[in-house]
């Protein structure tokens, strides 16, 4: 988020030599980073972005608690003029009993939705324009000026970080505020005119009549907004749910300034500094009288929380030497208590302000604020040697294959896709697989990525319905873990090795058979199967050693028109452990004949009962001196082959070599 602050409102707070533009450099090395600084008149306006876990930034004040830790670090006098959460309490608000004649009636249904509700009750109210100061200081920060109640509600916002809101009193039905759990398509006029159904669970506070007056911590109810007859008012400062306000605020769309801060976690603290400073502005710019006790209610006090740190410990995760006076120096500027541990010249008891509770807890905390305001840039850039962390043998060998599989498949051509672990119920369904075969994850983000894939196949299909009208040739691979359900038990974690292709069965056959041969495979046979998944006659399964490691085939029509891709899609899908489990270091060694080959082709009509498997093995186990085969050319159902023969003790002739090959057919 990005807030505008005036510099001359940051001097209410803070004592210092330094220029604007020296804040701006300053700051924005070590802190919140000022994005932009500019001259408007007599005054210079900062735009500065906040990190979302530093909320207590967010405000002039909080500046000016930045500023004192850091412009010291460069040489600038940096103090704070006053403290606003010490200067203004409960003690400082008239409590005269005779006064207090305007009752109100607070009930807070589940103490999980406020950790802090304060309010008290202002009458006489003179509802008019803001003074000039207030004024100018809220449009320079780009906040529209409306009137002098509104105008101080806004201004408290900016001044010290902490949101409130002014009702109209005599709008509150019987003086009774409920604070509850909005239900389901509740609805609710905000300030802006705006309808809003509410989703159910959205902290909202109704009257005795029911009607919901305010949006909690996002937007008040136009019916019970200030107007021009306004005369008595509820000044109303609180901490919230912040999950709650986020979750609120996104699903009905009111991304509110308010919205902004409740959602980050807010000071409980800070509230009581906020009511007594706001009720002093009303007094002098508003002529409001307290006409009703002050209304604190705060179940759970914070307890502040003490870290001990080491200033060795610092130094070490820093990386340079930094006096222990300067760490002190540091961590008081911003805030933090810090007493030397008894007994101990490095220890250090560091108690965490209230403001700082979200984002400060462990030591690491701690020393990320010491380094941020020591300076990153004043932090060596000395890298730190790379280290070697050593893989057991079998992991090491899977890492090796696994980078020659890829480097192999993408030489030939190709693409690696990764994809999600996760893929969608539609996905499923579409393949003809079972929805309860897959584990479904609790919190997921979208419906695309609900359930940890069994299978790699459907990603693939996904990748090539994407990619169809790009390219005529689409060849696909991942390999990737799948996750197979087990009954009250983590899921078999299973390395896959998935292609498809658009072009044809014999295309992803041969890719197969190439990344076999790459890896010294050689004992495996492709025989014709039956597979749920793919054309009953184009389907066949993979075996090393006569153990199936895994499919290829042409998927079906069916599943081809439910996935609506155009092209045919050929997949084959291994188990990757069993290729690295019968990988070969060493191929198998041939000696070179120092006699003639023999080249003979021959052309044979496939069919169902001669296959081109059966035609090489038969080759092989019937052929006298036959060196190796080679598939030539494929026409329809015509395979022309050529067959290579040499002896390793004698020269053959041709009419041998011949009379062999009469034999196969």
Request: charged letters at 25%; aromatic letters at 10%.
């Amino acid at each position: 988020m990005n807030i505008k602050i005036t510099h001359n409102w940051l001097l209410e707070y803070l004592d210092t030599d330094a220029s604007p533009y020296e804040i701006q450099k300053y700051l924005s090395l070590c802190g919140p980073s000022i994005e932009r600084i500019e001259k408007k008149g007599n005054d210079y306006v900062y735009d500065i972005e906040i990190t979302s876990n530093k909320i207590d930034t967010a405000s002039v004040f909080g500046i000016a608690q930045e500023a004192c830790a850091i412009l010291p670090q460069f040489g600038k006098k940096a103090k704070l003029k006053f403290n606003p959460l010490t200067k203004y309490t409960f003690k400082k608000i008239d409590n005269n009993q005779n006064k207090q004649n305007k009752k109100l009636t607070i009930q807070i249904k589940n103490n999980n939705l406020c950790s802090r509700f304060t309010a008290i009750v202002l009458s006489d109210i003179s509802l008019k324009s803001s003074s000039e100061l207030i004024k100018k200081r809220l449009e320079l920060c780009d906040i529209k000026s409306i009137n002098n109640i509104v105008d101080i509600s806004n201004y408290l916002m900016i001044s010290l970080g902490q949101p409130t809101h002014i009702f109209d009193y005599d709008k509150i039905t019987n003086k009774e505020m409920i604070m509850r759990e909005s239900k389901k398509q509740e609805k609710v006029i905000t300030l802006d005119g705006n309808e809003i159904i509410l989703p159910g669970g959205d902290i909202v506070i109704k009257d005795k009549s029911g009607k919901i007056i305010d949006l909690c911590g996002i937007m008040g109810g136009l019916n019970s907004s200030i107007t021009s007859k306004t005369k008595n008012i509820v000044f109303f400062v609180q901490t919230y749910n912040k999950v709650k306000i986020r979750k609120t605020s996104m699903i009905t769309g009111q991304r509110t300034i308010a919205a902004t801060y409740f959602e980050k976690g807010l000071d409980e603290e800070r509230v009581e500094s906020t009511l007594a400073y706001g009720v002093e502005l009303l007094k002098k710019y508003a002529n409001a009288q307290i006409s009703s006790k002050l209304y604190d209610i705060y179940p759970k006090k914070h307890s502040l929380k003490t870290v001990s740190i080491s200033t060795k410990y610092i130094e070490k995760s820093i990386g340079v030497k930094i006096n222990k006076s300067k760490i002190i120096t540091i961590l008081s500027n911003l805030g933090f208590s810090v007493k030397a541990e008894k007994n101990s010249d490095t220890e250090l008891l560091i108690t965490i302000p209230s403001y700082r509770k979200y984002d400060v807890e462990i030591k690491q905390d701690i020393i990320e604020e010491v380094a941020r305001i020591y300076g990153y840039h004043n932090i060596p850039s000395n890298l730190q040697p790379a280290a070697y962390v050593v893989q057991d043998k079998e992991m090491q060998a899977f890492f090796n294959i696994q980078n020659k599989t890829k480097y192999l498949l993408k030489h030939i051509g190709l693409h690696e896709v990764i994809n999600y672990s996760m893929i969608s119920k539609t996905q499923i369904e579409n393949l003809g697989l079972k929805v309860d075969r897959h584990l479904k994850l609790s919190n997921s983000l979208s419906e695309d990525i609900e359930y940890l894939r069994i299978t790699l196949i459907q990603s693939l299909i996904t990748n090539i319905k994407q990619n169809e009208g790009k390219r005529d040739i689409l060849r696909f691979f991942e390999i990737a873990k799948t996750y197979i359900k087990k009954k009250n038990d983590l899921p078999d974690e299973k390395y896959m090795l998935s292609i498809a292709v658009n072009t044809s069965f014999s295309d992803l056959k041969g890719i197969l058979e190439t990344l076999l041969y790459e890896l010294n495979i050689l004992n495996y046979k492709i025989n014709p199967i039956v597979f749920d998944m793919f054309s009953k006659n184009i389907s066949a399964q993979l075996l090393i050693k006569n153990d199936c490691v895994g499919y290829l085939g042409k998927l079906k029509s069916e599943y081809k028109d439910k996935n609506k891709v155009n092209s045919e899609i050929y997949i084959a899908e291994l188990d990757f452990s069993s290729l690295v489990n019968s990988f070969n270091i060493i191929s198998r060694f041939y000696p070179i004949s120092p006699y003639a080959v023999i080249k003979l082709d021959l052309n044979v009509e496939l069919s169902k009962n001669k296959t081109y498997a059966q035609i090489i093995n038969k080759a092989y186990k019937s052929l006298n001196y036959i060196q190796n085969i080679k598939l030539i050319d494929l026409f329809k159902n015509k395979a022309t082959f050529r067959f290579y023969f040499s002896s390793n003790k004698r020269n053959i002739t041709e009419e041998e070599a011949k009379k062999q090959l009469k034999n196969l057919t």
